[in-house]
């Protein structure tokens, strides 16, 4: 059984067996995935990435093993995501919360599984693409990964 580790810190509504189908799609490893404040996700960015502001979507693979457990065998790694930047976009490209929610736990995912908008050619688009129209989610989710 595949298991997502959801810790809401927030009042947001989340479809665990969405993001469960989605994620078990693309790997066998179990995902921590927590819905956080802005203020919490900016201390995050700040402390990993030198940036010190809120953002939408943080994604931190695990690395390395514990001793005498196989990479494989552990958790694939964390997901973290602000429930403002959810509330705010789906309000402005007229889609649901859950939908947005979806869409940046597609875009963290595909950063734990090693991809990387900043440096490829257009393959995470892409993948994100696929697995929106996969998973037979709004359209206007598509718009929303030209932003990511």
Known sequence: MYIIDLDNQTTLNVNID????IAQSLSTQSIEVIITDNES???LNAEHRNKEMPTD???FPMETAFSGVPL???PLGSIVISEA???EKANLLGHSEEAELTLLFIHGLLHLLGFDHEVDNGEMRAKEKEIIEAFALPSSLIIRTEEL
């Open 72 to 74: 494989e065998a552990m």
């Open 57 to 59: 979507v943080l994604s």
């Open 85 to 87: 930047f959810v509330k």
């Open 41 to 43: 996700i900016a201390s």
């Open 18 to 21: 969405t993001l469960e189908k």
